[in-house]
Nanobody, 122 residues
Framework: QVQLVESGGGLVQAGGSLRLSCAAS????????MGWHRQAPGKQREMVAS???????NYADSVKGRFSISRDNAKNTVYLQMNSLKPEDTAVYYC????????????????WGQGTQVTVSS
């Protein structure tokens, strides 16, 4: 089974930085899109950042200029560099990936990580 393993979450003071990592493993031929979502208590889950296999990126307006997404295709890993963190960034962060199991890719599969807590103190 394909799994996504996240790391890098924790407690940080406002204005500080964190880098999240998410590595995919299992029966994967290729990974298409990868990205990050977050969900704060009592709020709807929202997209934070995404990146295509070609390196094109998209960001939520609330994190533009502060967060940066990148990927290492050789390691099937996606990263989220978070700078100038604010208390409003406090949430559980989830990574996701869309992938193919074989070269012909008769179907695209999606998987989510377990989530990692990011807490920003004021």
């Amino acid at each position: 089974q394909v799994q996504l393993v996240e790391s890098g979450g924790g407690l940080v003071q406002a204005g500080g930085s964190l880098r999240l990592s998410c590595a995919a493993s299992g029966s994967i031929f290729s990974i298409n899109g990868m990205g990050w979502h977050r969900q704060a208590p009592g709020k709807q889950r929202e997209m934070v950042a995404s990146i295509t296999s070609g390196g094109s990126t998209n960001y939520a307006d609330s994190v533009k200029g502060r967060f940066s997404i990148s990927r290492d295709n050789a390691k099937n890993t996606v990263y989220l560099q978070m700078n100038s963190l604010k208390p409003e960034d406090t949430a559980v962060y989830y990574c996701n990936a869309d992938f193919c199991r074989e070269p012909s890719c008769p179907a695209v599969f999606g998987r989510w990580g377990q989530g990692t807590q990011v807490t920003v103190s004021s």
